[in-house]
């Protein structure tokens, strides 16, 4: 992890990079799929350290997880990004999730009593650890590597405290270890998504929003005024209204009080489309704040955004509006 604030990248220079580490988890194999070969790229023992590195200028951009097919959303990046000095997501990854259960070589199956590995993991294999190791201790671990990891490091084999880790196949290789047993996971296809984070320009920067795409997606975070009926369905007629389809909301406690959510949104399309800016300025009439968090190209096969009017209706709605205002035959 590098200690002084590196200079912002210079447009002929390669980002620099941070992501959720070690060495050998998910998030590096997910960075590694966007990242340009040779560009610097540090491990952050955990979401909030890797956030941090952005936000300080240590890295240009981050890598964090922040949902998965079967576990659903990953809260501290959720938290880290509603909270604090704003960031912007630049982009996203999804990549499929296959686990191995590792040990050092020379560990049997049935001498697997303690198995360590991150919670999303482990609420990944938990069926599969049931039937396979009855009764096997669960260990949390900062990441999938770390406890890949931890099984390598010490001189002597009781200093882990475990036998085994949940981990990507790369982790156990990396780390010498063995693969007691192969695609582990409950569930066939698990994805994760990852997101690649930024902070936004200052003033006479470059901006950093990437341009539209035609298959964008936009993130923001909408807090609520005071709780009363019918205020969530407020906030999803801002995107009905305009066409625009939602790939995920999900709510947050603000931690100030009990009953006190934020909303966390991701719908398609790009804020510099009008539907979208519409949605953004309606959200900002009644909601209390919006914290928005980029707009960026969707990963994978991209789904059409945007039903009923398109960029052309809202463009002739407008200049009609600007003929009635002006009081010309319309
Ligand atoms: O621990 C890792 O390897 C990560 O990158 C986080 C994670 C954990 C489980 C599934 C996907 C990502």
Redesign the pocket.
Known sequence: MPTDASPPASPDQPPRYA??GPT???????LRTVAPAGAPADPYPSVDATIAAVRSGLADIGVV?IE?SV?GG?SATLDGLAAGDPLLVVGEVVIP?T?VLAARPGTALADVRTVS?????HA?VRRWLDRNLQGARYLP???????AAGLAEPVDAEAAGYDAAV??PL?AARFGLEVLAEDIGDTRG?E?R?VLLARPAAPGERPVIPAPTGADKTSLVAFLRADHPGALIEVLEQFVTRGINLSRIESRPTGDALGRYSFSIDCEGHVAESRVGEALMGLHRICERVRFLGSYPQAGSPAVTGSGPGEEAFAAAESWLQRVRAGRSV
């Not at 590995?117 to 993991?121: D, E, G, L, V």
């Not at 671990?141 to 406890?147: C, H, K, P, R, V």
């Open positions: 992501f959720f050998g988890t998910f998030t590096e194999a997910a997880p998965n576990e990953v999730v686990f590995t991150h919670s999303h993991a990944q671990s900062l990441s999938t590597a770390a406890a981990c990507a982790a698990a994760t990852f």
